[in-house]
């Protein structure tokens, strides 16, 4: 039995090219150019999945994304959960099979390749059919810039499954009239299998492109799979067509009911007959062609029930010329059926709401039209406004966005004529004159319909079986009546409650029918209860599509210093400092991390070690305001610091907090270079800018980020001395000569490097500036010239021993943002004489002159090998406490200490100051550890050693 | 994603720039003159309204500089930008 239901002629399918798939494990075949629905409507397949409560057989309701209960999962080639059998192309290979409401993701990295695009256009057409190719049409020729996408494989729209004749010819050779001229401007983009899925501010739009996937293996695996376009367009024309829309009734969920327009489509589209028998429901004149299209390509047609009185006569003729019975005032109030719809009961509509004794006709194929919803979807994002239409029953834009418009279907205007006659004036609304001039009128036979019933749902329907709102949610007409008696009266709270518009198909065909049915319970109009808000995406888009090539290496940029290299060819493990891979410590053959932490400091201590601290951040300061902008940024003075000379300094925000700390060096007269902590690199630079912007453009002053053009090479302890005298002989590296906080302009291996008397170890050091580019000669030079004094290499971790055992804080691990200098035992570091700098104020404030601020200060765990956590509570008690305990502060740095044989911490401590020498404690695993509070430094407390 | 006519660059997307607060708070001539009350009105207090609302913005990804912006914190619509230097235009 294959293709048993397929049409021995027509439809858009090439019967030239059939192709194999397999469907819950069933080899079928359909042709190029079908849908996975299509093809397995035509091998008579309908029930394909089952729902997600009830596990109720469901089939294919729709022919398009408003499906909402035909959901499968591909198996192969490359798994892919929950899709609409309707909007997956077929292709030689797939494998796919029905779901049970949920799918599964892969377990596999997918290979595909995802990608964007930026786009500019005047005008952006979103959907091919009779009004989007209109309006693409007339913009093209008025020579704008046009992108026209449409979700499906061939333009068209509506026109694919209908019998329409434009100018005297079929529609569709108007259609390849059409595309073909716009193939020849230079300056249309015209996209097939690219669905619009989000319209946002000024005119921007989303849309995701299909590119390879309905070419199966054929596909080239490297190129792109899903492509998102980034459109920005000056003009926006939403020509979406609209959904028809279901009536509600018992067992309107089974195998075998779709909507009638749908049937149409398969039959027109697909050559597919979606029945052998069949029943047509609607409150409207549109559904009658499905059922004459489909009589006359051989379906019976057994009856249609029309929920309206009177019929106009053309209907009626056409009804009696295929032998159809009509039944006015009629409507289908259940089925019945195993797997598929086998019967389906016609009652008619009596008096008050009511319907009458059912009679039972044999069918299987029930076509259900309750009027259409315009698919106001990317007109609502881009925040136009709905009214309510009473006439359709349906939510249509009330008035042309700022740069846009809905036109044809979309905007309510369901004929032919309107469609080719919108898309028209659209464009040349958006384009003026030149556009005006390009519109052309054309002959088109619109049938004159008579009005619609508007019916949400069969009176009776859900008080004694089940009538499904939203199928895809298994949710009822009973779940919304209980939502409202529950209190809810909002259409977003019902949607929340019952979960109905909450599936992959967003509501596409349940949310205006579930606005009816509240607004029928609570007595109350629809407009006046309006509708749930329309988001992107209009369809699913995967995750992978979005995140496109951002993925793997290229999710985040990563930032190496120029010894990168040298260090992993050493062995060095690595630590992220933001972007930064950092050496965090250098561990020899079979070294543990705390040995190589504990040789690394001894050799800073005890003779001479380096590190690569390049990523230090780094701006530099010129200009004749130079110095007064660093006076207003900095706690201390900068102007009074001589050229060839180094200061520490540390900047504050307006409300006193500490935001960085760093040094400054004199370059010349006008030129200042300074450092900040490497988190803060970009924010010290970004803070400064707003100051001198905002506050104080009358500086002449010039900011420049040089954090990646210098490498920055602290050569550290008591050989460091013997080290550089090597490397530059010519340079009088005595202490008198070249002091403490001074730097020296040298060369070292050819190249031109700037040597600082910096220390952030406590130890005699010298920090080597040189230009990255040559950074690694004058690195190798180092290694050299050190190799007789055993000089070792280090990394961040001992920097971090070093400095916490001098009680040097890390702004943004000792400190959060509540901490201020002198928190930090800092008020050295603030200037009495300034009159004014960023912060100042701030320190006198009452709240800043508290003496149980939390403040800096070392602890020692009373037992030198407990080693405390970071982060670990500072307590009173030995005892734990009933909670809520009194937190005292917390530990901010703890390590080992190779050099004093114990371990320490530093932690900020209320009042902390005033606690020195007492007993404190701080829980580890719900046990209070003895801790004796501490002066910040640990080890050369006079200072001695930074000299040599 | 929104456009925002940078005054120096022109439109550009709103992910390219970075809020800056209300506009206009002026840095105290001298601070050490003011009451806490009145140090804190500056640190810590700003304006907040639904409407129209003078606000500062910098083009961080962008030309890297200043400006200033009504902007309607209702609808998110910039009604006017002008440089830092700039009186602020008179909207109604």
Not at chain 1, 33 to 62: C, E
Not at chain 1, 345 to 368: F, H, K, M, P, S
Not at chain 1, 646 to 653: E, I, L, P, S, T
Request: charged share 20%; glycine share 10%; aromatic share 8%.
């Amino acid at each position: 039995m294959t293709n048993s239901f397929r049409t021995s002629t027509g439809g858009r399918v090439n019967r030239e090219l059939p192709l194999s798939f397999q469907f819950d494990g069933t080899p079928y075949s359909g042709y190029a150019g079908d849908t996975l629905a299509s093809a397995l409507l035509a091998n008579g397949k309908h029930d394909i999945a089952s729902s997600i409560k009830f596990g109720r057989p469901r089939g294919v309701f729709a022919a398009g994304p408003e499906d909402p209960s035909g959901v499968i999962q591909i198996e192969e080639p490359f798994p892919e959960p929950m899709l609409m059998a309707s909007t997956v192309e077929l292709y030689d290979g797939l494998v796919a099979s029905g779901l049970p409401g949920q799918g599964w993701l892969a377990d596999r990295p997918d290979p595909a390749r995802y990608d964007a695009v930026h786009h500019h256009c005047d005008l952006l057409v979103v959907g091919a059919g009779p009004a989007g190719l209109s309006a693409a049409l007339t913009g093209a020729r008025a020579g704008a810039r046009v992108v026209l996408v449409d979700s499906l494989s061939e333009a068209g729209g509506s026109l694919l499954g209908s019998t329409e004749v434009i100018d005297g010819r079929p529609a569709l050779e108007w259609v390849e009239s059409v595309t073909a001229e716009l193939d020849e401007h230079p300056d249309v983009l015209h996209l097939q299998r690219a669905t619009a899925f989000g319209c946002y501010d000024d005119g921007f739009a989303l849309a995701l492109e299909n590119r390879t996937d309905h070419l199966g293996g054929a596909a080239d695996p490297d190129d792109t799979r899903q492509r998102v376009w980034r459109i920005r367009a000056q003009y926006l024309v939403i020509a979406t067509g609209a959904h028809e829309r279901p009536v509600v009734f018992n067992d309107n969920d089974r195998p075998g009911i779709m909507l009638a327009a749908s049937a149409r489509t398969f039959l027109h589209r697909f050559g597919v007959l979606a029945g052998g028998r069949a029943v047509l429901f609607t409150t409207n004149d549109s559904a009658y062609a499905a059922a004459f299209d489909l009589s006359d390509a051989g379906v019976t047609i057994v009856a249609v029930a029309d929920s309206r009185a009177q019929v106009s006569e053309r209907l009626q003729d056409g009804c009696v010329r295929r032998g159809i019975a009509l039944h006015t005032g009629h409507v289908v109030s259940g089925t019945d059926g195993d797997r598929r719809v086998e019967s389906v009961d016609i009652a008619a509509l009596t008096g008050d709401n009511e319907v009458g004794q059912a009679e039972r006709v044999a069918a299987d194929l029930l076509l259900v039209s309750g009027g259409w919803n315009p698919a106001v979807h990317l007109f609502s994002q881009a925040r136009g406004r709905l009214r309510y239409d009473d006439g359709i029953g349906a939510f249509v834009p009330a008035e042309d966005l700022e740069q846009g418009r809905a036109v044809g279907a979309a905007a309510g205007h369901f004929g032919l004529a309107d469609a080719l006659r919108d898309g028209a004036s659209a464009a040349a609304a958006a384009l003026g004159p030149t556009a005006t001039a390009a519109v052309t009128e054309h002959q088109v036979d619109d049938l004159v319909e008579a009005p619609s019933a508007v019916l949400w749902s069969v009176p009776g329907s859900g008080e004694t079986g089940m009538a499904f709102v939203d199928l895809q949610r298994d949710a009822t007409t009973q779940d919304v009546l209980r939502a409202v008696g529950a209190g809810l009266r909002s259409v977003e709270h019902v949607k929340r409650y019952t979960t109905i518009g909450t599936g992959l198909d967003q509501g596409k065909t349940s949310g205006v029918v579930t606005s009816g049915i509240i607004a029928d319970a609570l007595g109350v109009g629809v407009a006046e209860l309006g509708v749930t808000t329309y988001r992107p995406p209009y369809t699913p888009v995967a995750f992978a599509a979005l995140a496109g090539r951002n993925r793997g290496q290229l999710l985040d940029p990563v930032r190496l210093t120029p010894t990168h290299v040298w260090a992993l060819t050493r062995g060095a493990e690595f630590e992220n400092v933001g972007q930064w891979k950092r050496a965090w410590y250098f561990p020899r053959e079979g070294e543990s991390m705390d040995g190589a932490v504990a040789r690394e400091c001894r050799a800073a201590r005890e003779g001479v070690a380096f590190m690569d601290g390049s990523t230090l951040g780094k701006i530099d300061v010129q200009g004749p305001g130079a110095g007064e902008l660093l006076d207003r940024i900095y706690t201390n003075m900068m102007s009074t610091l001589k050229v060839g000379r180094a200061r520490y300094g540390v900047m504050c925000g307006a409300d006193g907090m500490v935001v960085d700390d760093g040094t400054v060096i004199r370059l010349a007269d006008e030129h200042f270079l300074l450092t900040t902590t490497t988190g803060n690199a970009a924010s010290v630079l970004e803070t400064m800018e707003e100051w001198l912007q905002t506050e104080w453009p009358e500086l002449r002053v010039h900011l420049t980020s040089v954090t990646e053009h210098w490498a920055t090479f602290p050569v550290v302890g008591p050989k460091s001395r013997e080290v550089i005298a090597a490397l530059v002989p010519d340079l009088d590296v005595s202490n008198d000569a070249f002091g403490f906080m001074t730097w020296r302009d040298a060369e070292i291996a050819g190249v031109p490097v700037r040597i600082v008397r910096i220390s952030f170890s406590g130890e005699l050091a010298y920090e080597v500036n040189v230009s990255a580019w040559h950074a690694m000669a004058v690195w190798r030079a180092i290694a050299e010239a050190g190799r007789p004094h055993g000089i070792t290499p280090y990394g961040t971790e001992t920097m971090h021993v070093l400095r916490a055992e001098k009680g040097f804080p890390i702004i943004g691990q000792d400190t959060d943002a509540t901490m201020t200098p002198q928190d930090l035992g800092m008020s050295w570091v603030v200037s009495k004489k300034k009159e004014d700098f960023v912060g100042k104020r701030s320190f006198t404030r009452l709240e800043n002159q508290r003496e149980d601020r939390k403040q800096l200060v070392g602890l020692l765990p009373q037992d030198p090998s407990v080693l405390l956590p970071e982060g670990g509570q500072v307590i009173e008690t030995a005892d734990l406490p009933e909670a809520p305990v009194r937190m005292l502060g917390h530990v901010t740095s703890s390590y080992h200490s190779a050099t004093s044989g114990c371990t320490f911490a530093l932690a900020v401590v209320r009042g902390g100051r005033d606690r020195l020498g007492e007993t404190l404690y701080v829980p580890m695993n719900g046990t209070p550890v003895p801790v004796t509070v501490s002066d910040t430094v640990l080890y050369d407390k006079e200072g001695a050693r930074r000299d040599g | 994603m929104q456009l925002i006519p940078c005054p120096w660059c022109g439109p550009r997307e709103e992910v390219e720039f970075h809020y800056g607060g209300q506009a206009h708070v002026a840095y105290p001539a001298a601070p050490a003159d003011l009451s806490d009350r009145e140090w804190a009105e500056y640190v810590f207090f700003r304006d907040n309204p639904k409407g129209l609302f003078a606000e500062r913005w910098v083009h961080s990804t962008g030309c890297r500089r200043w400006f200033n912006a009504i902007r309607d914190t209702g609808t998110h619509d910039f009604r006017a930008v002008y440089r830092p230097n700039e009186p602020k235009p008179v909207i109604s």
